[in-house]
């Protein structure tokens, strides 16, 4: 069974880069007929999607993070990660690793990332 | 602010059948299949109902969707405790260029 694991700080400093990596175990980073996202929760709030890559290298971003998000896959450590810079205290929230290809079947547990000084 | 919109709650007794609808437009839901999450509390969502009402493997069939032109809905029958928790729809939006998730229901089980 595909498991997929955040890591990363869960206190960044406002205008600071929020950093997460999410490694994927149980199988294999690659493959053409999936893709990988990043979607994250507010606390008390809904889920609100971040971004996907596909194994091409395309990436899609929402719109209203695109200029401050960057994702990106590193085959070689079965790895993704997600870069948010300039973050505020907007930025506060669960952040979720995915895999979708049909809908999302595959999440991560959640990290709690919390911006504050 | 979601592009995709459910009611904020619903509930049913035991036994009970309860509907959700997720309204939208031909930018999303009238172009794209319509996925359902469940997350209980304080878990990670779950895909609950995928390509507009197929059921992923172990999900129950008391759990179906459906989806006309711009709207979808999910029914729950034979609602139980344990359904107590959010439902959410989502889609790909043309408009965006992205995924889309509703506003979310809460499902409480009086």
């Known amino acids: 069974q595909l498991q997929l694991q955040e890591s990363g700080p869960g206190l960044v400093k406002p205008s600071e880069t929020l950093s997460l990596t999410c490694t994927v175990s149980?199988?294999?980073?690659?493959?053409?007929?999936?893709?990988w996202g990043w979607i994250r929760q507010p606390p008390g709030k809904g889920l609100e999607w971040i971004a996907n890559?596909?194994?091409?290298?395309?990436?899609y971003y929402n719109p209203s993070l695109e200029r401050r998000v960057t994702v990106s896959v590193d085959t070689s450590k079965n790895q993704f990660s997600l870069k948010l810079n300039s973050v505020t205290a907007a930025d506060t929230a669960v952040y979720y690793c995915?895999?979708?290809?049909?809908?999302?079947?595959?999440w991560g547990q959640g990290t709690l990332v919390t911006v504050s000084s | 602010q979601s592009v995709l919109t459910q009611p904020p709650s619903a509930s049913g007794t035991p036994g009970q059948r309860v509907t959700i609808s997720c309204s939208g437009s031909?930018?999303?839901?009238?172009?794209?299949?319509l996925n359902w999450y469940q997350q209980l509390p304080g878990t990670a969502p779950k895909l609950l109902i995928h390509?507009?009402?197929q059921r992923p493997s172990g999900v129950p069939d008391r759990f179906s969707g459906s989806k006309s032109g711009t709207s979808a809905s999910l029914a729950i029958s034979g609602l139980q405790s344990e359904d107590e928790a959010d439902y959410y729809c989502a889609a790909w939006d043309d408009s965006l260029n992205g995924y889309v998730f509703g506003t979310g229901t809460k499902v409480t089980v009086l």
């Open positions: 031909s930018s999303n839901i009238g172009g794209h299949t």
């Open positions: 995915a895999r979708g290809s049909s809908g999302i079947p595959y």
């Open positions: 149980s199988g294999s980073i690659s493959g053409i007929s999936h893709y």
């Open positions: 890559i596909y194994d091409s290298g395309s990436t």
């Open positions: 390509n507009n009402n």
